[in-house]
């Protein structure tokens, strides 16, 4: 009974794990929608983001079967990133990209209310 539950406790963290890097793509595409880097800054942005999956992934094989790289693994994975592309990454999308919107014009707003709160003080003491 004790192996089952191993092996269920396994597939279950490889399960979470593929949803979990589904979830992160997610969040960094929709980052890089909103900065628009361009092709050089996308490659770099792209590598980061797969050593930080690497991470990820190896830390939770770690957890879930001692860094035991197996078929059900590779399934897990696959199943959860499925999983979490057909059933949660549409609403997950807009969710993040409306969030990330809001404090992207958020800054940009302060931003620009500090640029001209100093242009007017310069203004000011020029005179």
Known sequence: MDGLYTQLFAM???LI???LLGLCFD???VLRAL???GPVWTRVGDFLFWLFAFCLLFSLLLIGNWGEMRLYV???WALG???YHRLLSRSIVSIWFRLFSAVHHSFAYL???FYLFWAGICRRLKK
Do not use: M
Request: no cysteine; proline share 5%.
């Open 81 to 83: 990133v499925f999983l």
């Open 17 to 19: 794990s593929g949803v």
């Open 27 to 29: 969040i960094y595409r």
């Open 74 to 76: 590779v399934v897990g």
């Open 12 to 14: 279950g963290i490889t």
């Open 111 to 113: 931003g620009r209310g």
């Open 35 to 37: 900065w628009r880097p």
